[in-house]
């Protein structure tokens, strides 16, 4: 990828004061970046030449998928790029500073004082054994601000400043006595403490729920709104397009489109980002197609089951508790039925601790129930013994959302569709036949049987699972959250492949996952799951269209959406892909 | 900022980063590895044909020669009894060797034996193992090695049941954590999910890949078990002279330190030296195998 990024002025308002010499030019100009590492002569640039600016009040956004050098482009403006890196840029100001020329000792006093550095997950980069307040009054300490009393003030109006409640008592507390989004908080006021000119937020959301990534981004857009700027690093166009002003969408360490974000979202130029903005699912994409792979293979042997009314997975009435730590028991699945028929797709969604794995897991009867039943294919099924559900677990297969995990670490691909087969081979040969098919049905080649997990990609990865779920023809086949690992290309790959497999071969789905937009995109109806329980069942539309219940009300109105002016229609299925641009494979993505 | 400035404005993107034609191997090439390995070999070989590295007779006594200094013709000198030193410590490898590897497995199947009892029993079996293995935990290896040598007499048979018994705890430890961790890991469950039974999955998964870091632990366990042995032949409760093994080497010189250092020297650079080795490899083993990114 050679496409030279061309840098287009940024067309945000800017506040113009003549006594500050900052409001007279861009807070942060980057020319020409390129960053490298390795040692010597094995330097591998990681990125290409970026180019960008950003005012006071406005958000930048860098968009890109895993490898497209998005944190390290990031990483560079603080500094903490490490010991083997190479920077080098025709121009690297920062409020009129030269970012260059800064030593170690020049870093240590941007860093945290000018700019606030927000990190992924508030877990990690938060000190487990400090409490919050600590932490924040750590960042203010740093920078020699005020007295010990001040200091404290500051900490407690920080944490009021981003929403956390009851902050004397909150400041008190260490990171995992905290829930996700009151850490993500505490992170942003410890960023934000010496009031910085610009906020650098790398994936400050993935790692949240829908309803506390809607907190988390307002607290960033009211920062953006008291006039700091900010630099937003995410592969989820959804959540960018809520807050910022320009857009630049890396791949593989270049900047392929730089523009006003309403006229990238609208009138994507660049191909690339024509296709990451189809391949997000939603309710618009249901029924068509999200990634322009033409599918073409013969379908063997497969097994085509045929649609009836007669449920094919039936749950009723399940429980499920587990006892604590402290020795209390808390019912994780509580009173929860559904049914399941062939060939439909039955989405669950929920926030994390919601319950859905382990109905999943009570399902596969993996786990036993603790009151109700499972009936597979209409019979019994959760109440027989390990001893006679083994010969039926062909019917019921699962994929997970690690794929990775899921494979012995010594096994090659050959060896763990072997094992996915079932009995009724002559032999050997038959069974290798069984695996070819498999995988081209998947859209993997032959070459992949010798590889190991480790050795292919995400997406790759992913395939496998999937044709070792299909290896023993099951009638039903549980997706728990089998795309969240992976880039929004290959997202859009796999459900491709998942709702081309339900169409031939008219496999049902109990497809499990945290994001509304994929379960819209890909379920005929919809559990929601809240502390256990299931608060709307029904239409995939009627629920997420018209949700009745005030939790899934709330859930679907936390659900960034992203807007497409220009509706592009539906694309059907087998639609030809959209002829332009390079070439963008799963493995160049990889 | 940058020790290799990149190319500016205006340069075309640059080509992949040129690579010299060096092979694989060459770029790879870690010396210290490479010496430890010899070490390694060195000995190896003193255990199998100890002949083929020295031509003096390590128990042949020449009371005209006692107590000498290194010199050409005793490259590490002699001992009280006029015996070549450089030919004992050769010898004495395979007694070494042998306590070392001997101890390491006797630990081993006793830690794999409980880990795995305690790692796939129920809470009952899991709870009663752990305790025993922690009393065991309490008893230190000199202790053990005092107590079989009393009633076992000293020899190289006590000396590999002391020691191991002593350092199996540890490895149990280690073996339950680890059949633990692959137990609950995702493939055995997809596994299960398959309908496979469980003794199966046991035998295909759960063993196997428990193991896989013992093979890392077993090399550095070996240069340790030697050291142990070594303390303990020192204290005079290891293996009775004549017999050169290091530690009965270190034993026997202790009376002789004022006059002649080299009898307490060589042989503990050859413990140090071997083990160290040992240590080397088994971490470059470790990484290697346990790295992350298998090529």
């Not at chain 1, 908080?185 to 790398?202: C, E, N």
């Not at chain 2, 005793?74 to 007694?95: F, K, V």
Request: aromatic residues 6%; neutral net charge; proline residues 7%.
């Amino acid at each position: 990828m050679t496409t030279a990024p061309t840098p287009i002025k940024t067309a945000g308002l800017r506040p113009a004061d003549p006594e500050n010499p900052l409001f007279q030019q861009d807070l942060l100009r980057v020319e020409n970046l390129r960053v490298g590492f390795g040692e010597k002569r094995n330097v591998t640039e990681i990125v290409h030449g970026a180019s960008f600016s950003l005012a006071p009040g406005e958000c930048l956004a860098i968009v890109g998928e895993s490898g497209s050098g998005k944190s390290v482009t990031a990483r560079t403006l603080v500094g903490l790029t490490g010991g083997k890196s190479h920077v080098s840029a025709d121009r690297l100001e920062f409020a009129g500073r030269d970012l260059l020329a800064f030593k170690d000792r020049d870093w240590r006093g941007l860093r945290g004082k000018d700019i606030g550095f927000i990190l992924q997950d508030a877990l990690v980069s938060l000190d487990q054994l400090r409490p919050v307040g600590k932490e924040i009054d750590e960042a203010l300490r740093l920078h020699d601000w005020g007295s010990k009393a001040e200091r404290q003030a500051r900490v407690l109006e920080l944490l009021e400043l981003v929403g956390v409640p009851e902050p004397e008592v909150r400041a008190r507390q260490r990171p995992y006595e905290l829930s996700g989004g009151l850490r993500q908080r505490a992170l942003i006021a410890s960023a934000i403490a010496m009031d910085p000119q610009l906020i650098i937020a790398d994936e400050p959301t993935t790692a949240l729920d829908m309803t506390v990534q809607a907190q988390v981004l307002e607290q960033l857009q009211q920062a953006k709104a008291r006039g700091k700027a900010l630099i937003l690093i995410s592969h989820d166009l959804a959540v960018v397009s809520q807050l910022a002003d320009t857009v630049a969408v890396m791949f593989n360490g270049d900047i392929l489109e730089y523009a006003p974000a309403a006229q990238l979202f609208s009138r994507p130029e660049n191909p690339y980002t024509q296709r990451l903005i189809e391949a997000i699912p939603s309710a618009d994409s249901r029924g068509a197609r999200l990634s322009p792979v033409v599918r073409s293979h013969s379908l063997g042997e497969a097994r085509r089951y045929e649609a009836s009314d007669a449920p094919v997975l039936k749950a009723e009435r399940l429980f499920k508790s587990f006892r604590g730590p402290d020795g209390v028991d808390r019912t994780v699945v509580n009173d929860v039925s559904f049914e399941l028929k062939q060939g439909e797709t039955l989405g669950i969604v929920g926030e994390s601790g919601s319950g859905k794995t382990t109905t999943a897991r009570l399902a596969l009867a993996l786990l036993e129930v603790d009151g109700g039943g499972v009936t597979l294919a209409g019979e019994e099924w959760s109440g027989l013994p390990e001893r006679e559900r083994r010969k039926r677990r062909a019917d019921i297969s699962v994929i997970y959302q690690d794929p990775l995990s899921s494979f012995d670490p010594r096994w090659s691909v050959e060896q763990i569709m072997l094992d996915a087969l079932g009995d009724g081979y002559d032999d050997k040969t038959a069974k290798r036949v069984r695996i070819a098919e498999l995988l081209e049905m998947v859209g993997l080649e032959p070459e992949h049987l010798g590889r190991r997990p480790l050795q292919l990609s995400g997406g790759q990865r992913q395939r496998v699972a999937i044709a070792r779920a299909l290896g023993p023809q099951p009638r039903v086949i549980v997706c728990d959250e089998p795309v969240s690992a992976l880039d929004v290309s290959i997202q859009a790959q796999v459900l491709d492949l998942l709702a081309d497999l339900q169409q031939e071969l008219n496999v049902s789905y109990l497809f499990i996952s945290h994001d509304l937009g994929v379960i819209h995109h890909i379920s005929d109806r919809v559990l929601v799951m809240s502390e256990g329980k299931v608060v709307e069942f029904g239409d995939a539309d009627d629920v997420l269209l018209r949700p009745h219940h005030p939790y899934t009300q709330k859930l679907v109105a936390s659900l960034p959406v992203l807007e497409r002016p220009e509706p592009t229609g539906p694309r059907p299925f087998g639609r030809p892909p959209r002829a332009a641009g390079p070439e963008f494979t799963e493995e160049l993505a990889a | 900022m940058s020790a290799t400035p990149l190319p500016t404005q205006g340069a075309p993107a640059p080509a992949a980063p040129r690579r010299l034609a060096v092979p694989e191997w060459v770029r790879s090439f870690r010396p210290g590895i490479a010496l430890a390995g010899l070490v390694v070999a060195f000995f190896v070989v003193a255990m199998i044909v100890p002949s083929l590295l020295t031509g003096h007779d390590p128990y042949a006594v020449n009371l005209e020669e006692t107590l000498q200094a290194p010199s050409w013709a005793h490259i590490m000198g002699t001992d009280q009894s006029g015996r070549d030193l450089y030919a004992r410590i050769i010898y004495g490898a395979r007694e070494s060797l042998l306590i070392g590897l001997g101890a390491t497995a006797l630990g081993m199947a006793v830690a794999i034996l409980l880990g795995v009892l305690a790692g796939l029993g129920n809470k009952w079996v899991d709870g009663i193992v752990s305790r025993g293995v922690e009393v065991m935990f309490a008893f230190p290896i000199l202790l053990l090695a005092l107590l079989f040598v009393a009633v076992f007499g000293p020899s190289v048979t006590t000396e590999i049941v002391a020691v191991g018994l002593g350092t199996a705890p540890g490895y149990a430890r280690m073996v339950r954590g680890q059949v633990l961790a692959v137990r609950d890991s995702g493939y055995v469950e997809a596994a299960r999910a398959l309908g496979h039974p469980y003794a199966k999955v046991v035998r295909r998964h759960i063993f196997p890949n428990a193991m896989r870091p013992l093979v890392v632990v077993m090399t550095l366990g070996v240069g340790q078990s030697i050291v142990w042995a070594s303390g303990i032949a020192f204290l005079g409760l290891g293996v009775p002279p004549p017999s050169p093994e290091w530690g009965a080497l270190l034993n026997a010189g202790r009376n002789y330190i004022t006059q002649a250092w080299w009898l307490e020297v060589m042989p503990g650079v050859a413990i140090v030296l071997f083990s160290l080795s040992l240590t080397t490899l088994g971490r470059h083993l470790q990484q290697r195998l346990e790295g992350g990114v298998n090529r």
